[in-house]
């Protein structure tokens, strides 16, 4: 089993920054592998961006390539995405998720992110 809560919603002026912040508890962190997902209303939810065991590799949606870092400290049991330069279309709830068995099987609760233009 594996907890995740995350933090670091709010809201912010377009062109702004926030950090979402995903603290895991549970299963041995460092043997997971994390990844962001997001949903806006009125649609489904959709991958924003993964990294691996060890943080060594990632991946992005094409739509934050260069805005948004994915990252983590296994010391911590946290997983971090940093969002610069938002936009009014980033507005949604921000999920943190954890892969078991190679799917997305561990979900926290969400954080709401709201980007005013």
């Known amino acids: 089993q594996v907890q995740l809560v995350e933090s670091g919603g709010g809201l912010v002026q377009a062109g702004g920054s926030l950090r979402l912040s995903c603290a895991a508890s549970?299963?041995?962190?460092?043997?997971?592998?994390m990844g962001w997902f997001r949903q806006a209303p009125g649609k489904e939810r959709e991958f924003v961006a993964i990294?691996?065991?060890?943080?060594?590799?990632?991946s992005y949606a094409d739509f934050v390539k260069g805005r948004f870092t994915i990252s983590r400290d296994n010391a911590k049991n946290t997983v971090y995405l940093q969002m610069n330069s938002l936009k009014p279309e980033d507005t949604a709830v921000y999920y943190c998720?954890?892969?078991?068995?190679?799917?997305?099987?561990?979900w926290g609760q969400g954080t709401q992110v709201t980007v005013s233009s």
């Open positions: 990294v691996n065991y060890n943080g060594g590799a990632t």
């Open positions: 998720a954890a892969q078991s068995s190679y799917s997305w099987h561990y």
């Open positions: 549970g299963r041995t962190f460092s043997s997971v592998i």
